[in-house]
């Protein structure tokens, strides 16, 4: 993995886009207008102080880029994508003075209010909270159930991206993005791509890549499965728009409704539309596979056969 703390000061153009949702029509917001420098309570530079103190952290060992100190800044660059549920941003975390830079994606959910929520009920089966009232609210849809949502959502993308980035650095079978920190409904993760420039690397289903190529994706790709498949959990929305190529190297992202395959009686459908919308992506390239005999290798590793 690249020493990214060892990069002068970055040279990002604030304010650009780097990618949109797979949906051409989303409403785009800009940068939000930072706050007055008036507040004494503010840094002298970029748009608040680090908010590493009271949040939740990722598990150790951290890399060395990942920046804990009290004094770091945070500056927000752009937006990075909008979709339905959250909106990333690009934030840059450094020490003022130095280069001990750190760059990260901020994923913040939506409110309850704002979300789209059509699609909870089949990601949601096996999910539960210890508190009865807590489990009406969800269920009813009201609005105390729906913030409890979006929280839950936000939650269950820091848990997996944790789990899974251990096992990545333990197997090599599998990369996500390594989770800085969870506050409330903001998720903060590592910044896929170049550092320096701040351009997010390309998604799957925008690269272009000769045979051989090809088939290394996908060789990654059943590696990661396997590896999704073995801890009895499915992506839930696996596509290759959710799935990025940096350096060559096949990245997970976008993991919210990450789906227990045992606790929800649906388990096994999910590893199969997920198997089915990449397999189906890689024969349009070119690319023979065989997503059935795929599916019940995994139904078996997950434990499901």
Do not use: C
Not at 83 to 91: H, I, S, T
Not at 195 to 210: H, I, K, N, S
Not at 269 to 274: C, G, M
């Amino acid at each position: 993995m690249r020493e990214h703390d060892s990069f002068g000061p970055t040279t990002t153009r604030r304010g650009r886009r780097k990618f949109d949702d797979d949906e051409s029509d989303f409403l785009k917001r800009g940068r939000p207008e930072p706050a007055l420098k008036e507040d004494p309570d503010l840094p002298e530079e970029g748009d608040r102080w680090s908010t590493w103190d009271g949040a939740l952290h990722g598990p150790e060992p951290r890399p060395d880029w990942v920046r804990t100190e009290y004094g770091a800044v945070d500056t927000e660059l752009g937006m990075l994508k909008t979709g339905k549920e959250a909106d990333v941003f690009l934030v840059r975390r450094a020490i003022p003075g130095t280069d001990k830079v750190s760059m990260l994606a901020a994923k913040r959910y939506r409110d309850g209010e704002h979300r789209l929520f059509h699609r909870d009920a089949g990601y949601m089966e096996g999910r539960r909270v210890r508190r009865s009232r807590e489990m009406r609210a969800m269920n009813n849809r009201t609005s105390f159930g729906k913030e409890l949502i979006a929280g839950q959502w936000a939650a269950a993308e820091f848990g997996a991206l944790g789990r899974l980035w251990e096992i990545g650095q333990e197997s090599g079978m599998i990369r996500v993005p390594y989770p800085v920190q969870l506050i409330g409904t903001e998720l903060m993760m590592e910044f896929i791509g170049d550092w320096e420039t701040g351009e997010a690397a390309p998604r799957l289903a925008q690269v272009r890549t000769d045979a051989d190529g090809l088939a290394d994706l996908w060789r990654q790709m059943t590696d990661a499965l396997s590896v999704l498949a073995r801890a009895q959990v499915a992506h839930g929305d696996l596509s290759p728009y959710n799935t990025m190529v940096h350096d060559g190297t096949l990245v997970l992202i976008d993991l919210p409704q990450i789906i227990d395959v045992i606790a929800n009686p649906r388990g096994g459908e999910f590893i199969a539309r997920d198997v089915h919308n990449v397999a189906n992506w890689f024969r349009s390239r070119g690319l023979s596979v065989d997503a059935d005999v795929l599916v019940e290798r995994l139904h078996y590793e997950a434990g499901l056969l």
